[in-house]
């Protein structure tokens, strides 16, 4: 028996952010959430038709592109690049601003994504995600420069995630809570299924790749230490490698999701502009904090489309711990 409302995400804007509901920031929700289940059925695919494996090219970021990575780029690209709600798109398959195609109507909202993410565990069949966020353009005589991108993510108007797990899931804010729609295959239709999450105020993981301890700084590995001995509450450890699937859980169960400098890797590895950001606006927008480990990730205004950034997101004092353990260790250094 069906003992619960059923509300789609349509409806849910629709009837609880009639404001938003109204405007072109919905459609591009929807446009999303459109990708999301076009990317999701060829995901369900992937071990079934001959996807699986290395494209014949190397990404901007030097790192060789799946197939799926590019086929989620080319999705994300085709459902919204005609609508007339965007002025210019970000992604991080892509070594320049993505314009909108001449034949199409330019709107005044920027697009930045991470079509894949996690896309190393591709292969192995293990939860892998897509990061969204939404600008709007700076000037609305000239939209679509290259400075409508790089914005903070204070200027987010809205962030969201999918996640390929067991289910697909779309989580969203526009600045009104955060709100997650799991996908059912059947109806093809996402549902309401996670209201106004909030970060649990006791966490239980931390999530970092312990691999890379031997090139974190002292500061950071006595963070490590400190959370892995002395947290109360006691907390356990969780990586998966998908920076979604961690964060994901993490929101939903409290927890801290770490990717720091390291010597070879000066300033992390996580993307500011489509990966921590977006993500670090629906951690604030559900009572957690994202941080750079010096101040918060909403701050930073990109120098370039593909800026790299230490990354701590999470509960807020656990995040507010590793800016003290850094901040510590440089002052005695
Ligand atoms: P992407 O697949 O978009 O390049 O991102 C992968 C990122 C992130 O999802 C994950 O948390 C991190 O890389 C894992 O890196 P390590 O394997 O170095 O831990
Ligand atoms: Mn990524
Ligand atoms: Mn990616």
Same mark, same amino acid.
Request: aromatic share 10%; net charge negative; glycine share 8%.
């Given at each position: 028996m069906i003992n619960q409302k059923i509300v789609t995400i349509e409806r849910f804007l629709l009837d609880t952010q009639p404001e938003l509901a109204r405007g072109e920031l919905t459609s591009l929700l929807y446009e999303m959430a459109l990708a999301a289940k076009i990317i999701a059925a060829q995901t369900r695919r992937a071990g079934l038709i &001959?996807?699986?494996?290395?494209?014949d090219n190397v990404n901007v970021q030097g790192e060789e592109q799946r197939k799926l990575d590019v086929y989620a780029d080319e999705v994300i690209f085709r459902v919204n690049c005609? %609508?007339?709600?965007?002025c210019a798109m970000v992604s991080e398959e892509q070594e320049d601003m993505i314009s909108i195609p001449p034949e199409y109507p330019k709107g005044s909202y920027i697009l930045v994504f &991470?079509?894949? &993410?996690?896309?190393?565990n591709i292969d192995t069949n293990i939860s892998i995600g897509t990061i969204f966020g939404i600008y709007r353009t700076l000037d609305e005589k000239h939209p679509g420069r290259l400075e409508d991108c790089?914005?903070?993510?204070?200027?987010?108007?809205a962030a969201g995630y999918i996640l390929f797990g067991p289910s697909t899931m779309l989580v969203y804010s526009a600045g009104l809570g955060v709100h997650g729609f799991t996908l059912d295959p059947g109806w093809g239709e996402f549902i309401l %299924?996670?209201?106004?999450i909030r970060i649990p105020e006791q966490p239980t993981y931390f999530s970092f790749n312990h691999a890379a301890a031997k090139h974190f700084t002292q500061g950071m590995n006595e963070y490590i230490e400190w959370l892995r001995n002395h947290c109360d509450p006691v907390l356990t450890q969780r990586y998966v490698g998908s920076m979604v699937a961690d964060f994901h859980r993490n929101l939903l169960h409290g927890g801290v999701f770490g990717y720091p400098a390291e010597p070879s890797k000066p300033d992390g590895k996580?993307?500011?502009?489509?990966?921590?950001a977006p993500l670090a606006f629906i951690a604030e927008q559900a009572g957690g904090y994202g941080s750079d480990g010096t101040q918060s990730l909403l701050n930073i205004k990109p120098a370039e489309i593909h800026q790299r950034v230490p990354v701590f997101i999470g509960n807020r004092f656990l995040v507010e711990k590793a800016e003290y353990f850094i901040s510590n260790y440089q002052k005695q250094n």
């Amino acid at each position: 028996m069906i003992n619960q409302k059923i509300v789609t995400i349509e409806r849910f804007l629709l009837d609880t952010q009639p404001e938003l509901a109204r405007g072109e920031l919905t459609s591009l929700l929807y446009e999303m959430a459109l990708a999301a289940k076009i990317i999701a059925a060829q995901t369900r695919r992937a071990g079934l038709i &001959d996807i699986l494996g290395f494209a014949d090219n190397v990404n901007v970021q030097g790192e060789e592109q799946r197939k799926l990575d590019v086929y989620a780029d080319e999705v994300i690209f085709r459902v919204n690049c005609h %609508t007339g709600r965007l002025c210019a798109m970000v992604s991080e398959e892509q070594e320049d601003m993505i314009s909108i195609p001449p034949e199409y109507p330019k709107g005044s909202y920027i697009l930045v994504f &991470d079509p894949l &993410d996690g896309s190393s565990n591709i292969d192995t069949n293990i939860s892998i995600g897509t990061i969204f966020g939404i600008y709007r353009t700076l000037d609305e005589k000239h939209p679509g420069r290259l400075e409508d991108c790089l914005q903070p993510g204070r200027n987010l108007v809205a962030a969201g995630y999918i996640l390929f797990g067991p289910s697909t899931m779309l989580v969203y804010s526009a600045g009104l809570g955060v709100h997650g729609f799991t996908l059912d295959p059947g109806w093809g239709e996402f549902i309401l %299924t996670h209201e106004n999450i909030r970060i649990p105020e006791q966490p239980t993981y931390f999530s970092f790749n312990h691999a890379a301890a031997k090139h974190f700084t002292q500061g950071m590995n006595e963070y490590i230490e400190w959370l892995r001995n002395h947290c109360d509450p006691v907390l356990t450890q969780r990586y998966v490698g998908s920076m979604v699937a961690d964060f994901h859980r993490n929101l939903l169960h409290g927890g801290v999701f770490g990717y720091p400098a390291e010597p070879s890797k000066p300033d992390g590895k996580i993307r500011l502009l489509y990966e921590a950001a977006p993500l670090a606006f629906i951690a604030e927008q559900a009572g957690g904090y994202g941080s750079d480990g010096t101040q918060s990730l909403l701050n930073i205004k990109p120098a370039e489309i593909h800026q790299r950034v230490p990354v701590f997101i999470g509960n807020r004092f656990l995040v507010e711990k590793a800016e003290y353990f850094i901040s510590n260790y440089q002052k005695q250094n």
